[in-house]
């Protein structure tokens, strides 16, 4: 098992550019997360997926939409970046069923707005 | 919301003991105490969690204070392979009854060898 993995790990972009994060999970989990963080502020939730086809906002979700393609697939995607979107971007999937309490992570993407 | 505090970073020599506390004292009775760690250039990965009990896995053991305002997290014998960035994090309810992580800054363990 792959596990969490996440596209692309390192991307630049410039003020105003458009680019979508791909995630993917092959443990069958129902729920999926999206996260940033940020040096000196622990990770915040931008929006979550508790089952194929609904999503729902975290903290932070200005700026950022989501698409649950499937059951595998979560995407977040940034219509027009701004330089406060510089960040790491990690997603994560969790199961619903006991012990329901871990997330597992992906590697990452560190994100760039110039 | 609640939060947690943790001292920005330790020092620890291999093999010895390694207790990192974590203060929650706005904790609410339905909220649990969970740790992740990040090693570097890596995602969070689940170390434990408790609610009321001390609990005990194979990385690591979590003590929890009788008040549940504080916790510690002990890893009993510290590797090289340890040094990382622990999070003490709070699962609570949200409005819509649903449970989140609030994240706190976390601690950066350096382990000597």
């Known amino acids: 098992n792959a596990g969490v993995t996440q596209t692309p790990k390192f991307q630049v972009l410039k003020t105003g550019q458009s680019m979508t994060l791909q995630c993917a999970q092959d443990?069958?989990?129902?729920?999926m997360y999206w996260y940033r963080q940020d040096p000196g502020m622990g990770l915040r939730l931008i929006y979550y997926?508790?089952?194929?086809?609904?999503?729902d906002k975290g903290e932070v979700p200005n700026g950022y939409n989501v698409s649950r393609l499937n059951k595998r697939e979560f995407s977040l995607r940034l219509e027009s970046a701004a330089p406060s979107q510089t960040s790491v971007y990690f997603c994560a999937s969790r199961q619903d069923r006991e012990p329901f309490y871990e997330q597992y992570f992906g590697p990452g993407t560190r994100l760039t707005v110039t | 919301d609640a939060k947690t505090t943790q001292p920005n970073s330790m020092e620890s020599n291999e093999e010895e003991p390694v207790h990192l506390p974590c203060n929650h004292s706005?904790?609410?009775?339905?909220?649990?105490i969970h740790w992740y760690r990040q090693l570097p250039s890596q995602g969070p990965e689940y170390v434990i969690h408790g609610l009321t009990s001390n609990v005990n896995n194979r990385m690591a053991s979590l003590a929890i204070a009788e008040d549940r305002k504080s916790s510690t997290l002990i890893l009993h014998r510290a590797t090289l392979r340890d040094a990382a960035v622990y999070y003490c994090?709070?699962?609570?309810?949200?409005?819509?009854?649903?449970?989140?992580?609030?994240w706190g800054l976390g601690t950066s363990l350096a382990v000597n060898p």
């Open positions: 997926s508790a089952s194929e086809g609904t999503t």
């Open positions: 994090i709070l699962r609570v309810r949200n409005a819509g009854n649903n449970r989140k992580l609030i």
């Open positions: 443990m069958n989990h129902n729920s």
């Open positions: 706005t904790i609410s009775g339905t909220d649990y």
